[in-house]
T-cell receptor
Framework: GAVVSQHPSWVICKSGTSVKIECRSLDFQATTMFWYRQFPKQSLMLMAT?????????EQGVEKDKFLINHASLTLSTLTVTSAHPEDSSFYIC??????????????FGAGTRLSVL | LAKTTQPISMDSYEGQEVNITCSHNNIATNDYITWYQQFPSQGPRFIIQGYKTKVTNEVASLFIPADRKSSTLSLPRVSLSDTAVYYC????????????FGSGTRLQVQP
């Protein structure tokens, strides 16, 4: 299947600093990528839809000024957690759909980024 | 978006066949049914996808009745490494909308 690479896999930062997470589609071009957040023992919650060349679409309750998304190319989307606080500590996961006809809307997920804010 | 309902948890033993059923009563005509597996601290991994009847690949089978209001993921001869959370998702084939995750089924395989 298609490969989505996410970096870093784990980051620890001080409260008030910003953290950037990268999501890359390695063997296909993705006009749309998605960002999820997952708290321990819970399911994935969609945060935003990242569209190449345009503004991201955020889910209700997700602060767009806090979670900055940039999708500058067809293979890269970034999520920046600005002024991070301990409550932002979570597991962040990106996904992208392989637009090849054979894939029928199979979304491929990155390995996730564990963010710990001290 | 079609909502899915799955059992919260299931237990099994190594070598047994495990069937996880998912209900999706409001599935739309264009919707596909996709199953993912997630291990702790990892992103979900695609298992299988289907539209109707039966689909089989090297790791699982997916059974979908004619009314498509439910589906069953079948894992043959599970091993300890199959212990994970399994998610059933329903979505259209365009991929323009994100997948909506339900609570998933936590499968525990014991020796």
């Amino acid at each position: 299947g298609a490969v989505v690479s996410q970096h870093p896999s784990w980051v620890i930062c001080k409260s008030g600093t910003s953290v950037k997470i990268e999501c890359r589609s390695l063997d296909f071009q993705a006009t749309t990528m998605f960002w999820y957040r997952q708290f321990p023992k819970q399911s994935l919650m969609l945060m935003a839809t990242s569209n190449e060349g345009s503004k991201a679409t955020y889910e209700q309750g997700v602060e767009k000024d806090k979670f900055l998304i940039n999708h500058a190319s067809l293979t890269l989307s970034t999520l920046t957690v600005t002024s991070a606080h301990p409550e932002d500590s979570s597991f962040y996961i990106c996904s992208a759909r392989d637009p090849g006809e054979h894939s029928k809307n199979i979304q491929y997920f990155g390995a996730g980024t564990r963010l710990s804010v001290l | 978006l079609a909502k899915t309902t799955q059992p919260i948890s299931m237990d099994s033993y190594e070598g047994q066949e495990v069937n996880i059923t998912c209900s999706h009563n409001n599935i739309a005509t264009n919707d596909y049914i996709t199953w993912y597996q997630q291990f702790p601290s990892q992103g979900p991994r695609f298992i299988i996808q289907g539209y109707k009847t039966k689909v089989t690949n090297e790791v699982a089978s997916l059974f979908i009745p004619a009314d498509r209001k439910s589906s069953t993921l079948s894992l043959p001869r599970v091993s300890l490494s199959d212990t994970a959370v399994y998610y059933c998702l329903v979505g259209d084939h365009t991929g323009r909308r994100a997948l909506t995750f339900g609570s998933g089924t936590r499968l525990q395989v014991q020796p």
